[in-house]
């Protein structure tokens, strides 16, 4: 994992200016997952939008956000990230309830399973070398995907 001197060397701000913004690895991975969440909340807005486009957006995010996701899960215990999961919950659940309204989805299929989902797929694509994200990302969210789909 890099130190944050070595991420402030590629943002190409001082480690003053960034260790003023982000005193910690924690807080600079929270303010990652903060912007990324927040696109992933404009898919409820689309009334097109389906859990497939969010599984797309986040296995992008991930792809872009490795060395973040290790930080967060490292710090699972920190209630600076909590709320994180609160977000992204919200989103799945509307997304999730559209998809099972419109018969894309099985009933059965909870905000939980796809929370899971997820989680397993960023942990995946975080531990692939990056040359080989794209395709290992498409094969996981077409499993995923299969899984949720109504028969």
């Not at 215990?77 to 799945?92: P, Q, W």
């Not at 990056?130 to 995907?145: D, K, N, S």
Request: cysteine-free; glycine content about 4%.
């Amino acid at each position: 994992m890099a130190p944050l001197s070595s991420v402030a060397k590629l943002a190409g701000v001082g480690q003053g200016s960034l260790y003023r913004h982000f005193p910690d690895r924690i807080s600079l991975a929270v303010a990652v997952f903060d912007d990324n969440i927040t696109d992933l909340e404009s898919l409820p807005d689309d009334p097109e939008a389906t859990l497939g486009d969010f599984f797309n957006r986040v296995s992008d995010q991930a792809m872009t956000s490795t060395a973040l996701i290790d930080m967060i899960a490292s710090e699972s215990g920190d209630s600076r990230a909590e709320h994180l999961a609160i977000r992204v919950t919200a989103v799945v659940q509307v997304l999730l309830a559209r998809d099972q309204s419109a018969g894309r989805l099985r009933p059965d299929v909870q905000p939980t399973d796809v929370m899971l989902a997820i989680s397993m797929l960023a942990f995946l694509l975080a531990r692939t070398p990056p040359g080989e994200r794209p395709e290992t990302a498409a094969r996981a969210r077409a499993i995923l995907w299969a899984s949720f789909t109504a028969p």
